[in-house]
């Protein structure tokens, strides 16, 4: 099976500008994740969708970060204007459950490396 | 907060030899706990996993023991190869919320 769909790879920009990523996750998947991961650190949950509906967003920054999933499938995260600290790679990952059990782990993609300068 | 913890940033073993592997945590309520495998450039990948109604499991050369009454979770890779190194990270799960350790890089030494 195809896994989960990135991109771009890598971004570059200046702070207090805008940025987008996209994720399209295992074909089936019923739940995405989007993760941040900050250099040295783990991975850091910002948002769960089920299907296309929010299941947890309370760890993301919502007066700079906004995501959809429309359609159920594919989603953006967005972050509008960019902080010096949101560097950091921003991981997408997708299960095919509700939530990860015993033998349904996360699936996760490469990433999106994003540099704020 | 940090409710999963790996104490070590690295670890280097000698090819053939055992890797061992640490996490604590702190949320009891915690039920399943997971082992990803990091190379660079590309998003972590599931390794191995156990519940916590049950204190090893097993697949291959990987070994992941669980002590709930210490919190602690371990990883064991028996024989050590060089394209075993990576990070390693450490996860714990309760219904819809997973946290993740800060990650051990292992290095195998030829």
């Known amino acids: 099976e195809a896994g989960v769909a990135q991109s771009p790879r890598y971004k570059i920009i200046e702070k207090r500008q805008s940025v987008a990523f996209w994720c399209n996750p295992i074909?089936?998947?019923?739940?995405l994740y989007w993760y941040q991961q900050i250099l040295g650190q783990g991975p850091k949950l910002l948002i769960q969708?089920?299907?296309?509906?929010?299941?947890?967003d309370s760890q993301l920054p919502k007066d700079r970060f906004s995501a959809e999933r429309l359609k159920g499938v594919d989603s953006t995260l967005k972050i509008q204007p960019a902080k010096l600290e949101d560097s950091a790679v921003y991981l997408c990952?997708?299960?095919?459950?509700?939530?990860?059990?015993?033998?349904?782990?996360?699936?996760f993609g490469n990433g999106t490396r994003l540099t704020v300068t | 907060d940090q409710q999963v913890k790996q104490n070590s940033p690295s670890l280097s073993v000698q090819e053939g030899r055992i890797s061992i592997l640490n996490c604590d945590y702190t949320?009891?309520?915690?039920?399943?706990f997971l082992w990803y495998k990091k190379y660079p450039a590309e998003g972590p990948t599931f390794l191995i996993s156990?519940?916590?109604?049950?204190d090893k499991n097993e697949d291959g050369r990987f070994t992941v023991f669980l002590n709930k009454s210490a919190k602690h979770l371990s990883l064991h890779i028996v024989p050590s190869q060089p394209g075993d190194s990576a990070v390693y990270f450490c996860?714990?799960?309760?219904?819809?919320?997973?946290?993740f350790g800060a990650g051990t890089r292992l290095t195998v030494k030829p």
């Open positions: 990952a997708s299960n095919p459950r509700a939530a990860p059990g015993y033998n349904s782990p996360l699936h």
């Open positions: 074909s089936g998947h019923a739940t």
């Open positions: 969708f089920q299907n296309n509906g929010v299941v947890d």
């Open positions: 949320n009891s309520m915690f039920d399943y």
């Open positions: 156990i519940s916590s109604i049950k």
């Open positions: 996860a714990a799960s309760v219904i819809n919320d997973m946290r």
